[in-house]
């Protein structure tokens, strides 16, 4: 019999009761352990090539001798190129919402192929992570960002239906027709949520879907032509926006879902008599384009996406270049000027090949991220500096951002800010061949983050400024130090052990994780002090402090 120290006696089939559990409970944390580290998380590995059909050097060459011109006429010098790291950084947080993990980072420092950057944009667009997160960035314009339980439930099935779109690289004009003429239930046709998200009450309302489809397609905003003609352009007037609802007038929702009633007309009352009349459906322009035939959204589907119409085009593109860039190409995003302004010639070209090359998402994001502006640093070429001796004046800097010759500083979204943090904590890729516990963690840290931290909305592309209580919330949040301190699977464990013997290496391990580059000289004499002569717990400390300190950083919540 064993016998305790108090004296007690127990026996055999008690004490196995109480340790089987534990030992269960062991079990599984070692099949975990070794399911881990045995796992390749990353989907694919990069290709050797890129696929013909994203070949994007004859566009890339006509928009880079297009900046060059502007730059030459302007006496602008641009930056130098970019380090790799740094462009794969922001492709990293454009198109997955985070930073690239250690293990990329490493793979793609021993990547010694031949278009070794197109490559790699070819390995981000083909990882999951990918539609995932442009399906919620270009979501935002489609079908909002309001908050409540069942818009919610809208949204997440329009997001999983418009990612399944991106990764399949459906025509975009083919995507945004279903979105448009889509009918049926939201749940087994969630295109129609575009549709189902102006619906109040039991009605849906069709002026919203007017404004909101000329927004996001053709990235003009007439909303204020609802009630009279635009005050500050003459382009759009009162009876445009009319005959534009008028398209959406028949659309109603019924217990089969949205579907179209041929006999409702749209009805306007005019103010100076008070009397009621019908609209019909027309167009503001290209009225040969509009179809004869087909329900009323079918035809304004068919306008919307027309070849000829060079809007649609343009439109995308400046979403797209304003996601890749954290900046569209022309601000606001949904307020161009007419096709063949000076100004957007860039967005004129990029938008007549990519009707060339069906419209294709993928090859859009394969010409700007080869494109020479979002491969300059985002530091001024030192030559450029025409106030010297000393640094670049505002007036240089804000010629050099204006004319795309240095890559713009944008502050990144709460989103890639919480999406850096956790890849970061993590040496391994969080993606969907992470553990369960891994990927919860990170869904519900990013939901109750972005919602302290604050989210535009909406208005994805506008810019936006730090606050105190933000930078306070990275430096003293609950997440930012359950991420960082030391443990079994932490980031800063894993590289404290790894690089006992070679602080330069530690140090740069640290920088690469979390900045996406090596230190400076100044920095790795001043933070290196603090791994000298560290061992065991006071090391993974002095790793800590560092990862801390990285997150604080300015640095670390801008794209640069």
Request: aromatic share 8%; proline share 7%; with cysteine.
């Amino acid at each position: 019999m064993p016998v305790r120290d108090t004296g007690e006696t127990i026996d055999h089939m008690t004490v196995l009761r109480r340790l089987v559990p534990l030992l269960l409970v062991v079990a599984a944390l070692l099949a975990t352990i070794r399911g881990i580290s045995s796992r390749n998380t990353v989907n694919l590995s990069t290709p050797a090539t890129v696929p013909k059909r994203f070949a994007v050097d004859l566009t890339t060459s006509k928009i880079d001798q297009w900046f060059a011109e502007r730059w030459s006429s302007e006496h602008i010098t641009p930056a130098t190129t970019a380090p790799p790291l740094a462009i794969l950084r922001r492709l990293s947080l454009a198109l997955h919402g985070t930073v690239p993990s250690l293990e990329e980072i490493r793979e793609f420092d021993t990547d010694g192929r031949p278009q070794k950057l197109e490559r790699w944009t070819q390995r981000l667009l083909t990882d999951n992570r990918c539609p995932t997160y442009l399906s919620e960035r270009l979501g935002r314009a489609l079908v909002g960002a309001d908050e409540g339980p069942f818009l919610a439930f809208r949204r997440d099935r329009f997001h999983a239906w418009l990612a399944a779109q991106i990764a399949a690289d459906r025509p975009w004009d083919r995507v945004v027709t279903d979105m448009v003429s889509g009918r049926g239930l939201p749940t087994g046709n969630p295109e129609t949520n575009f549709i189902t998200i102006a619906q109040i009450d039991e009605e849906i309302d069709a002026e919203q879907l007017a404004g909101r489809s000329v927004r996001a397609f053709l990235g003009q905003r007439i909303d204020c032509a609802q009630c009279h003609d635009h005050f500050f352009d003459p382009r759009w007037k009162q009876a445009h926006f009319q005959g534009l609802a008028a398209f959406f007038s028949p659309v109603r929702f019924t217990p089969l879902g949205i579907d179209d009633d041929i006999d409702r007309p749209f009805q306007v009352t005019d103010h100076a008599d008070d009397t009621p009349r019908v609209v019909p459906p027309s167009v503001p322009f290209g009225s040969e384009w509009l179809p004869g035939k087909g329900t009323t959204r079918q035809r304004f589907a068919a306008w919307l996406t027309d070849e000829r119409n060079e809007r649609f085009d343009r439109a995308i593109v400046n979403r797209l270049w304003g996601l890749m860039f954290g900046r569209p190409f022309r601000a606001p995003v949904d307020d161009l000027p007419d096709p063949g302004d000076p100004a957007t010639v860039p967005l004129d070209l990029v938008a007549h090949d990519f009707r060339d090359h069906r419209r294709s998402l993928k090859w859009l994001v394969h010409v700007i991220a080869a494109s020479r502006p979002f491969r300059l640093d985002s530091r001024p070429n030192p030559q450029a500096r025409q106030s010297s001796p000393g640094e670049m004046t505002s007036e240089e800097l804000r010629r050099q951002e204006e004319a795309w010759a240095i890559f713009p500083l944008i502050r990144l979204r709460p989103e890639q800010i919480i999406g850096a943090m956790l890849q970061a904590g993590s040496i391994k890729t969080i993606d969907r061949h992470s553990h369960l516990f891994t990927r919860a963690r990170r869904f519900f840290g990013e939901q109750n983050f972005v919602e302290e931290y604050g989210d535009l909305g909406d208005d994805e592309l506008s810019e936006q400024t730090g606050t105190i209580p933000q930078a306070l919330l990275r430096m003293n949040g609950e997440l930012a130090r359950e991420l960082i301190q030391p443990g079994l699977f932490s980031a800063t464990t894993t590289i404290a052990r790894a690089t006992v013997e070679d602080n330069a290496l530690c140090l740069r391990t640290c920088f690469e994780v979390c900045l996406g580059r090596q230190p400076a000289a100044e920095e790795s004499e001043v933070l290196g002090e603090w791994l000298t002569g560290t061992r065991g717990e006071q090391r993974e400390q002095a790793v800590e402090d560092i990862f801390w300190t990285l997150f604080n950083s300015p640095e670390f919540s801008w794209n640069h």
